[in-house]
């Protein structure tokens, strides 16, 4: 059974017996962001309590979805991470923040365009709020790449430099490229989403895993693991930290949020790392957080009051980027001063200005109620091209069959 990491946060008021309580169900890193909040909270809502229940990401939305299933055990303000938006969303568990009393499409303009889109049901539905979100970005050691006679230039200008400078840089330093050849795929698939099609699906609903796009990143995950270039790690494993610590891995394809991770996960790596934009100066997705309400909430109102003031409210969204470094969906937080100065952990570089810029060129498409469907189908694809030798098209081959299936079957 899996350990399941508990927390639960809950300010005393003056009087308990006027006091209300809301609960937010969340996952980390998202929960000592909203803890970093309730003291701006309180000093609107003196007697709200926020009591925070954190549960490790697959637990929190594998408990939401029993929860909405069974009408019991969801909070009064539920955490979504993109993965789920929409088959929560069409779960029929969720409130529609886009129909009254929330009207939420009124503050459309002042959110992140891509997240937005991604907030929309194919219905027209809003049935989350975005919060943060989280262009992909490649991360980078400096030192290495100097050590190598590699540039950053090198890195970012296609997917097949960056794959020869890993060649260049194993030869001269014995680094490994990066920790796992399936970050090349995902990167690639999410930075060349066509128009009017989502991460998985075309326009017309019907799951693309076997389209050249899919192709195209396989070959290339497949190019990285021929050539010895990844370490063949897990990430947010012992292991991997082990490499990133000791300078066994050259670069990390990951969401900005990443350099927040960074920060509390290798902290002896301070001043080492830069960041760059990903190869072909591709704009991708690689995470984002959203606030929901489930229907079973007795406090509604309430509810929304905070999605409002986390999701709306400039201050709390810098003040909760400060906590976890996951940059703020609110286009006005975006703006302010704090982006623009130098990371100290990137070794000065002024880089949230390019990260902000990556979130507004990102191509805005939908999500589908099929997309974790998809995105299991397409992981175990990749490991069977990369671990068992099966070839690219049969194996996308038939992700693409069972994917068609479940699409088919309507569950």
Sequence with gaps: MKKALSLIVLLSLGSLSQAATLTVNCYPDVNRSIEAAIPMWKKQHPDVDIRINTLAYPDHHNALTTALATGNGAGD???????????????????????????????????????????????????????????????????ILKKAGVTPAQLSKSWESYIDAGKKIKEKTGAYLLLHANFIALAYIRANIGEGESLFFDAKGQPMLNSPRFVKALQLAKMARDSKLDANLTQFTPDWTDALNKGMLATQPFGAWFEGTMRALIPGTAGKWRAVDLPEKSYATWGGTFLAIPKQSKQKALAWDFIRFYGLNKDV???????????????????????????????????????????????????????????????????????????????????????????????
């Design 77 to 143: 303000v539920d955490c979504v991470e993109i993965g789920f938006v929409a088959r929560f969303g069409e779960s029929g568990g969720l409130e529609d923040l886009g129909k009254a009393p929330y009207n939420a499409k009124q503050y459309q303009k002042l959110v992140t365009g891509y997240a937005w889109a991604q907030a929309t049901n194919a219905d027209g539905g809003l049935y989350v709020f975005p919060v943060d979100i989280a262009p992909g970005t490649l991360f980078y050691r400096d030192d």
């Design 317 to 411: 969204q810098l003040n909760s980027f400060k906590a976890i470094t996951a940059l703020p969906a609110l286009k006005a937080a975006q703006n302010d001063a704090l982006f623009r100065k130098p990371v100290d952990f990137l070794g000065g570089q002024v880089v949230r200005p390019m990260w902000v810029r990556a979130a507004n060129n990102t191509r805005p498409f939908d999500a589908n109620r099929y997309d974790s469907v998809a995105n299991d189908a397409l992981g175990t694809a990749i490991t069977r091209v990369l671990n068992s030798g099966v070839d690219v098209k049969t194996a996308l081959d038939e992700a693409q069959a069972l994917v068609e299936r479940r699409v088919n079957r309507g569950n």
